[in-house]
């Protein structure tokens, strides 16, 4: 039997991220720099109030949505967090997931809009999406690493690349299953291609774009754990320490912390991207009446021809 050729795949790649890594350092400075600016950002504003301060405005955006329960559970999963003494940690992976997922929600939404209008553009970036999501999660921390060094800043970028599939996704869906007949109504009434993706397809696909901002913030989450192994503080180094220590304790608080604040912002997203029901008014004993007139009156051009 002949034998099948080895072929050595990752001698080239190596020699890529060797090349960009000589050639390329100075963009990857910019971009380290802008990461630390905006998650210092983020953490300012987390971190500047008082933990109660704090608490009440995720409480009070439970509010907003009308989830009750999600609030109690909010203010309950905070206080937790605090008096396992894990606010800081706590705080410091919400800025890098939501980092990272504004980030991959800028990208990955203008991908889909543009995918779902193309055959071609979805045909290209199909399969890099699965490349995306099959990929060991542990692949995109090395060449992160080579560029980024170690620190948070690869940990942000590995969890935007891991994250950004399910925004283009759920986009381009989104926007194919909005009925044709609707779209076809709206060319027929003189609607231009913008008009129709700003104000008929958007809105229509509104459900399935926000349901992939909310897999997009989990997969996010799901990440910060493996970005805690290349230096990233959070709740991911807690977890990573425990590992290493063999603490369960440490281990299991971080754990928890990172459960609680999934179950919360998947609640929130979720309830953002939830319709909201309108209240029908209940009709009148008065409104019938006022409404038969109405329906034995002839229009205005038989009442003209009747008078002539």
């Excluded at 910019?30 to 630390?36: E, G, I, K, Q």
Aim: charged share 15%.
């Amino acid at each position: 039997m002949p034998e099948i050729p080895i072929i050595d795949l990752g001698s080239p790649v190596s020699d890529a991220v060797d090349w960009l890594t000589e050639n390329l350092g100075t963009a990857f400075d910019a971009v380290t720099d802008v990461m630390l600016f905006l998650l210092n950002a983020v953490l300012y504003v987390l971190t500047a109030p008082h933990a109660y301060v704090v608490t009440l405005v995720f409480v009070a955006l439970a509010c907003l949505v009308r989830r009750w329960g999600l609030a109690v559970f909010a203010l309950f999963a905070f206080v937790l967090i605090q008096a396992m003494d894990l606010w800081i940690e706590a705080m410091q992976t919400l800025a890098v997931v939501v980092v990272a997922a504004v980030i991959a929600v800028i990208i990955g939404v203008p991908l889909g809009i543009w995918a779902s209008g193309r055959r071609q553009v979805s045909g290209v970036v199909r399969p890099l999406l699965d490349l995306m999501q099959t990929l060991p999660v542990f692949v995109y921390l090395i060449p992160a690493v080579f560029f980024f060094g170690v620190g948070v800043v690869p940990g942000v970028v590995a969890t935007t690349v891991f994250a950004i599939p399910p925004a283009v996704r759920l986009t381009e869906l989104g926007i194919r299953s909005v009925d044709a007949e609707v779209v076809e109504a709206a060319h027929a009434f003189g609607a231009r291609p913008r008009q129709i993706l700003r104000e008929v397809q958007m809105p229509l696909a509104m459900p399935s774009i926000m349901a992939g901002i909310n897999q997009t913030i989990m997969l996010a989450l799901s990440m910060v754990v493996i970005a805690g192994m290349v230096g990233a503080d959070g709740l991911g180094s807690v977890v990573v320490r425990g590992i290493s220590t063999l603490d369960v304790g440490a281990g299991f608080e971080g754990g928890l912390g990172v459960v609680l604040l999934a179950i919360y912002l998947d609640r929130l997203s979720n309830a953002l991207g939830a319709p909201r029901r309108r209240r029908t008014r209940r009709p009148t004993a008065a409104a019938p009446a006022a409404a038969e007139p109405a329906v034995e009156s002839k229009p205005a051009g038989e009442a003209a021809l009747a008078a002539s």
